[in-house]
Structures are given as structure tokens and as C-alpha cells.
């Protein structure tokens, strides 16, 4: 019965609270960004990985392996800028979304 109550009470980070921390000036909001948008994209690359093995093939995403973290936070950051409507969804959306724009796999 506990574990059913913490589980209703369980809420996702939202785009508007990590486009918040993302734009707050203070070292701690900084720094929880970073560690939310790295965190998030490995994620996503472990998503895709257990979703399909042969994804390294498939994946709709190709970060280049010399794209830096600080490279990625700014992308993400943008994405959010540039699409304020996606904000209201859950902050790992917003990772996702900017990882496919700026990093879409080619056809």
C-alpha cells in the first residue's frame, strides 16, 4: 500500500522548471541543469539501445563523438527557447527533442 501512495504522488520534471534552472544565474540551478540534460541524454541513448541492440544501425539520433557536454546544454536550451509550446511537457522530452533536431541521424 505504501509503495501504490508514493507511486501516485510521482511527477516528472517539466520543460518550464528545467528551462528555469537552465536560465537561473545561480551556480546550483547551472549545475542541476548540466546533470539533468547529460543524464537525460544518456537516457535516451540507453533507450534506444534496449528498445532495439541493432540500433546502432537504426538510431534516429548521431550525437558526433566530439560534440561536448557544454555543446549539448546550449542546444538544449535553444530548442526550449525556440519551442516554448514543448515546455509544458516533461523535461526529458525537451532533451530528446533537441537531440533529434540538432542531431537527427541522416536518412
Known amino acids: 500500500?505504501?509503495?501504490?501512495?508514493?507511486?501516485?504522488?510521482l511527477s516528472f520534471l517539466?520543460?518550464?522548471d528545467?528551462?528555469?534552472a537552465c536560465n537561473n544565474p545561480d551556480p546550483a540551478k547551472?549545475?542541476?541543469c548540466t546533470t539533468y540534460i547529460e543524464g537525460a541524454a544518456d537516457g535516451v541513448r540507453f533507450g534506444i539501445l534496449a528498445a532495439d541492440?541493432?540500433?546502432?544501425?537504426?538510431?534516429p539520433i548521431c550525437v558526433p563523438s566530439d560534440v561536448t557536454l557544454p555543446q549539448m546544454v546550449d542546444a538544449v536550451k535553444k530548442y526550449m527557447r525556440d519551442k516554448p509550446?514543448?515546455?509544458s511537457d516533461d523535461a526529458g522530452l525537451a532533451?530528446?527533442?533537441a537531440l533529434y533536431t540538432y542531431w537527427r541521424c541522416p536518412s
Do not use: C, E, H, N
Open 1 to 9: 500500500m505504501i509503495v501504490l501512495a508514493m507511486m501516485t504522488t
Open 30 to 32: 547551472q549545475q542541476f
Open 95 to 97: 532533451v530528446f527533442g
Open 18 to 20: 528545467l528551462y528555469a
Open 85 to 87: 509550446q514543448f515546455r
Open 53 to 59: 541492440p541493432q540500433s546502432s544501425k537504426t538510431s
Open 14 to 16: 517539466s520543460g518550464d
